[in-house]
C-alpha cells in the first residue's frame, strides 16, 4: 500500500472514533498519551507519517479496535485485546506486494525493523543466486524477484529504518562455494558480492548490516517490525507474535548480536569487496 494511502485511511478511522468518543480533542489526545496540537496535525492530513508505534497501540488499546483496522489493512475492526501469539501460513500468493510479509512492512512504516536472514539477505541478492536457490528450494524465482525488488523499493523510502544481522561466517562460506552454494560458479558468487557491497553502501545508513560471531552466538531467522509484531521464519510458514512481552524478548536477542558484531555496518561493504578479491584460501 502507498505510503499516502495507508496516511488517509489512518486519519479517515482516528477521525470516526475521535467522534465516537464524544470527547472534544483535547480529551480525546490526553485519552492516547498525546498532546492536542499531536493529534490536531495527525487529524490534518499535513504529513503523511504516522505516528509512533506507542501512539497507535494506545489508540487501538483505548478504542478496542485492532491495529490492522486502524492502519487502514483490515475491514475488521475486531478488539485490542486479540493482540497474542498467533500462527500465520504465508504462500505468497499474487506476488510479493500482496503477502503478509507486505502487509507487515507497510504497518511497520516510519519504525525499525530488524532482520536476521536465513541466508544472503533477500534484497541483496542477485538474480543469478535467486535462480540458482530457487531450483534448489523449488520456490518461485519470478515471486522472490518481485520481493527482491519490493524490499529494494521498501529500503530507498525516506522514512526506512533498517538493520540486518548474520553470522560473519555464512559470507566465507558462500565466498568459498561450500554448502548449499556448492553449485555456484566461482564467477557467479564474485558477481554477488560485488553487488552486496554495492547495495550496501547505496543504502546506507537506512538499511544497516551487521556480521556476529556465529560461534559464540546463535540465531533462527527472524523479523521484528517496530514493536508491533515480530516473525519467526520456519520453512514455507511464519510463527507470527503480537503480543508485547515476546516481541520485546526478540528485540533484546537482535541486539545482543549486534553487540557481538565482528563487522559493523559501516564496514559490511568493504568486507564484502574483500571477500569478492580474496583468493579462495584466504577466506576463512
Not at 166 to 185: C, D, K, N, Q, Y
Request: aromatic share 8%.
Amino acid at each position: 500500500m502507498d505510503k499516502r494511502d495507508l496516511s488517509t485511511l489512518f486519519r479517515d478511522r482516528l477521525r470516526l472514533l475521535l467522534a465516537r468518543s464524544g470527547q472534544n480533542q483535547a480529551a480525546f489526545a490526553a485519552g492516547i498519551g498525546i498532546d492536542r496540537s499531536a493529534l490536531s496535525q495527525l487529524l490534518s492530513g499535513v504529513t503523511t507519517r504516522l505516528p509512533r508505534a506507542e501512539t497507535l497501540l494506545n489508540i487501538a488499546a483505548g478504542h478496542k479496535v485492532s491495529l490492522d483496522w486502524l492502519l487502514g489493512l483490515s475491514q475488521d475492526e475486531g478488539l485490542a485485546g486479540e493482540f497474542h501469539e498467533s500462527l500465520e501460513i504465508e504462500e505468497g500468493p499474487g506476488g510479493f506486494d500482496r503477502t503478509l510479509l507486505a502487509r507487515w512492512h507497510a504497518e511497520a512504516a516510519g519504525t525499525k525493523i530488524r532482520y536476521v536472514p536465513a541466508g544472503i539477505p533477500d534484497l541483496l541478492r542477485t538474480d543469478e543466486l535467486i535462480d540458482y536457490e530457487a531450483g534448489i528450494t523449488n520456490r518461485s524465482a519470478e515471486a522472490q524477484i518481485d520481493e527482491t525488488l519490493y524490499r529494494l523499493e521498501y529500503n530507498r523510502r525516506p522514512e526506512t529504518d533498517m538493520e540486518a544481522c548474520m553470522p560473519l561466517h555464512t559470507l566465507a562460506i558462500f565466498a568459498e562455494g561450500r554448502g548449499v552454494w556448492s553449485g555456484l560458479p566461482a564467477a557467479a558468487r564474485r558477481r554477488q558480492l560485488d553487488h552486496m557491497a554495492t547495495l550496501l553502501d547505496d543504502l546506507y545508513p537506512a538499511f544497516r548490516l551487521y556480521l556476529y560471531d556465529g560461534r559464540l552466538r546463535f540465531s533462527i531467522p527472524y523479523t521484528i517490525f517496530g514493536s508491533i509484531r515480530a516473525a519467526i521464519y520456519v520453512g514455507d510458514m511464519y510463527l507470527v507474535l503480537n503480543a508485547t512481552e515476546p516481541v520485546q524478548k526478540l528485540t533484546r536477542h537482535f541486539d545482543n548480536l549486534i553487540r557481538a558484531a565482528i563487522v559493523n555496518a559501516h564496514e559490511a561493504a568493504g568486507h564484502a569487496r574483500q571477500l569478492a578479491e580474496m583468493p579462495a584460501r584466504d577466506r576463512a
